[in-house]
């Protein structure tokens, strides 16, 4: 796997998060999951981001805009990765 698909697939597991969040589908169970692949990934800021997210799970605003920082993030290293 090439690292452009690797980051896809991280933005695309940010998006499920959030997706869990605004339609109140399991978003902890999700989150949790979440985390636990983007931890294994090894980006310690990327991490960072999504912790955030689900740490304020209780407040979906807030979580939302970690994970819109996070997909943020990934768009720049893919930018990045692509130029």
Not at 44 to 61: G, H, R, W
């Amino acid at each position: 796997m090439s690292n452009l698909e690797r980051l896809q697939i991280l933005t695309e597991i940010i998006g499920e998060f959030k997706t869990a969040i605004l339609m109140d589908r399991e978003p902890d169970k999700t989150g949790r999951l979440v985390l636990e692949v983007i931890q294994e990934a090894g980006d310690d800021a990327l991490s960072d981001f999504v912790l955030n997210a689900y740490l304020k799970l209780t407040n979906e605003q807030t979580a939302v805009q970690y994970l819109d920082d996070a997909r943020d993030y990934l768009y720049e290293k893919i930018d990045r990765l692509m130029n």
